[in-house]
């Protein structure tokens, strides 16, 4: 199986959003190391729009919902959050109200892994991928698909101005580039 989470979905409701990305120090961005499509888009508003680091700039969807981005990985990963930049106040009906997080191995076998309502979002709007034991801190998976199932104000196109992504960084101690086990290796981690 894909997916290290609660069978089912989870389904919650996020109101506004930080207008500041703040990440702990334990995750790393894992996006960078992923293949991005979409479903459609309109020309001059394709996936690089999602990844460009520019909240001016944004993916505009061109037909019938769902509206999907498809996020492939060569080999599993382990994610943990899910980021998004929305402004409800320059997109109004542009913006999503309703989207789905879905995970798997490939397009084949997606399970839905969480539902979220989003209510007038304007700013970084953080998606936990945890399940509902304190064991599942992540998600395990080769693809994610972020799917936008409605708009504010029934608007039938979408705008997302950034998605990132984050996984759990393999060495838990931040700023150091090796974790060592042996106690030797310990006494010369450290340059004098």
Request: one cysteine or more; proline letters at 6%.
């Amino acid at each position: 199986m894909a997916t290290e989470s609660s069978e089912g979905e989870d389904e919650g409701k996020v109101t506004g959003g930080n207008p500041v990305l703040i990440v702990e120090d334990d995750l790393r961005e894992m996006g960078k190391k992923a293949a991005w499509s979409v479903s459609s888009c309109k020309p001059g508003n394709g996936v690089s729009s999602l990844r460009d680091d520019n909240l001016e700039t944004y993916w505009q969807s061109d037909g019938a919902q769902p509206h999907l981005v498809n996020i492939q990985f060569q080999k599993k990963v382990k994610l943990q959050l899910v980021v998004l930049y929305l402004d409800f106040k320059l997109d109004e009906s542009y913006t999503p109200s309703k989207i789905s997080i879905r995970a798997g191995d490939g397009f084949h076998n997606l399970k839905e892994i969480k539902t979220m309502e989003l209510v007038k979002p304007t700013g970084w709007v953080y998606l936990s991928l945890s399940g509902n034991d304190p064991r599942e801190t992540f998600v395990n998976t080769f693809m994610l698909q972020i799917a936008v199932l409605s708009n504010h104000l029934n608007g039938r196109d979408t705008h997302l101005r950034q998605i990132k992504l984050y996984g759990p960084r393999p060495n838990p101690i931040p700023h150091q580039p090796f974790h060592f086990t042996s106690r030797e290796f310990i006494t010369y981690s450290s340059v004098r």
